[in-house]
């Protein structure tokens, strides 16, 4: 929705590291999500992250999240072309059951 | 284990006709949500239940309705097609009762409509 917006197009070289932005406006959100969409499929959950928590490391996936300037980034390291796909921030709201997701980023990897 | 399964995954329909949509979630999980995806408006969120129960529902018209079985399998039906229903239909499954702040969601591979 319009609350959460993220840029639509990034482009990197295999190798790189890639770094996909969400700004948000909710800042009662308690979790704070990261989801992939390759073609023809649905959402894939990547990764997530509690509203109390900075930064949250998994692989060669870190999210940062910067609460005072609702910030929320997704850095993909050593980026491979099978990364290339749509990437969504999604916010989960303090109450209710209707994730608030942007309108995704489209990733794409070149060798 | 069995991830959240749609079927159908594509359909065509035509303007005026109706359709519905099965979604199974993951075994275990008793909430279930619908989300429309369109490249302009993006996902959108259509309902959710949870144990039989509609607890939540997005701003859509009447035409798009939805039900669950008691062993938590989901249809959502749209009637009286437009071509603007035209979509990616994904259904998501979770375990907890509470609200979205208590667990992750899980998405099926979509039903994809074409409306002519």
């Known amino acids: 929705g319009e609350d959460v917006e993220q840029s639509l197009f990034l482009s990197v070289r295999e190798g790189d590291s890639s770094v996909i932005n969400c700004t948000y406006t909710?800042?009662?959100?308690?979790?704070l999500y990261w989801y992939k969409q390759e073609p023809g499929a649905g959402l894939q959950l990547l990764t997530y992250i509690f509203s109390n928590m900075d930064m949250k490391q998994d692989q060669r996936l870190t999210v940062l999240l910067n609460k005072k300037d609702k910030h929320l980034s997704l850095r993909i390291a050593d980026t491979q072309t099978g990364d290339s796909a749509i990437y969504f921030c999604a916010l989960a709201p303090n109450s209710g059951y209707a994730l608030n997701f942007g309108k995704g980023t489209s990733l794409l990897v070149t060798p | 284990k069995a991830g959240v399964t749609q079927t159908p995954r594509y359909l065509i329909k035509t303007r005026g006709q109706q359709v519905t949509l099965s979604c199974s979630p993951i075994?275990?999980?008793?909430?279930v949500s619908w989300y429309q995806q369109t490249p302009g408006q993006g996902l959108q969120f259509l309902f959710e239940?949870?144990?039989?129960?509609?607890?939540n529902k997005g701003n859509f018209p009447g035409r798009f309705s939805g039900r669950q079985f008691s062993n938590s399998r989901s249809e959502m039906n749209v009637s009286t097609l437009e071509l603007g229903d035209s979509a990616l239909y994904l259904c998501?499954?979770?375990?907890?009762?509470?609200?979205?702040?208590?667990?992750?969601?899980?998405f099926g591979e979509g039903s994809r409509l074409t409306v002519l």
């Open positions: 998501a499954s979770r375990t907890a009762d509470g609200g979205l702040n208590t667990g992750e969601l899980f």
């Open positions: 075994s275990g999980h008793r909430s």
């Open positions: 909710d800042s009662s959100s308690t979790y």
């Open positions: 239940y949870f144990s039989e129960t509609q607890r």
